[in-house]
């Protein structure tokens, strides 16, 4: 009788000293952060090829409060677009940070294409305020706002994503969900790529001299 | 003997469950913490019609939707972003809660996602730091947002911030305005 006591006893012992052990072990092994995958990680940092379409015109206000007419295929031999708003902290600055790089990566050639960040945010984005923000970045960005009725038509014609959300458990009253990437449109008027987010504008300022070679204005 | 290895059992079976009991020893460790620049409030608080070519007359910020007691600085003021490299060393997960920081008006903990293309911001209740992991705040993921910032922030300027976490309490740091 007592060796059975003995015996179990010892048992249970190791048996909880081995329980011990592992969860020691687990507590202790570093482990991976649970953080999902940032959007630079989710996506391949390469471009993506359009089948090519006539990009659509339209008019806007640019950022120094005077009417804008973009027409594709005349005044650059590339656009850049992106879809943005001035109170986005995160991806938009780390955009318009793009646009500056591939800006200096281009150097002199950065002169044949238009830097153009339309607003999706017309209601808290004056001229006034895209002027601080776009100059903050680059004077050759052009920063352009409208009536929310104009900016919406331009979204439609270029199919993008601009949807206002009233965000619970924020201060900021609403938020934008829009388009990430950058739309490239060549010197004929044709959208041609799409710079995915997080791209590294040596790459970008690479596929831009791509398409300025392929010769510009039609 | 058997009452060692109960303990032992009872202090790893309190990793990341139960609350501490007495004040634990900080594990938690924030680095590489900047900021990016800010705009002005001067071009913030100009608003108005389109077409105003450039006028510089300051209006009362108006806003179409209703969003009720939202302070209009933190809804309309400049933003910002915060950014840092967060560890803990300890056995017992952690997570950073809160931000305070007086150079704006709100300060909260958002997540950026983009799926199909398409950038979603997301406000969270908290950052986890794993026990022994790491959790970055960078760009395009998790950020500290900051509304309605109150002095302009340029590049080269600091300020201080506390930041709160669920089990270290409170830590004080100093962030960095950059340029990326």
Partial sequence: MKTWWKWGALLAVLLLAALAGWRIWEVGRVRMPAQPLTPAEQLRAEPQVLNPYSAPPFALTDHTGKPYSFTPAEGSDATLLFFGYTFCPDVCPVTMIEYRDIIKELGSEANRVRFLFVSVDPERDTPERLKEYTERFNPAIIGLTGEPA??????????????????????AGYLIDHTASILVIDGKGRAVMKFPFGMDPKDSARHIREILKKGGRS | MLLASLLLITAAGCAGVAPASKAPAVTVKAEKIWARPSATMSAMKASGSMGMHGSTEAKSPAMGSATGSMSAEAMMGPTSAIYMLLSNSGKEADALVAVKADVSEKVELHQTTISNDVMRMEPVEKIEIPAGGQVELKKGGLHVMLLGVKQQLKAGDTFKATLVFSRAGEIPVEVEVRDP
């Fill in chain 1, 150 to 171: 104009q900016v919406e038509a331009v979204v439609k014609a270029y199919g993008v994503v601009a949807e206002k959300r009233a965000v619970s458990g924020s201060s």
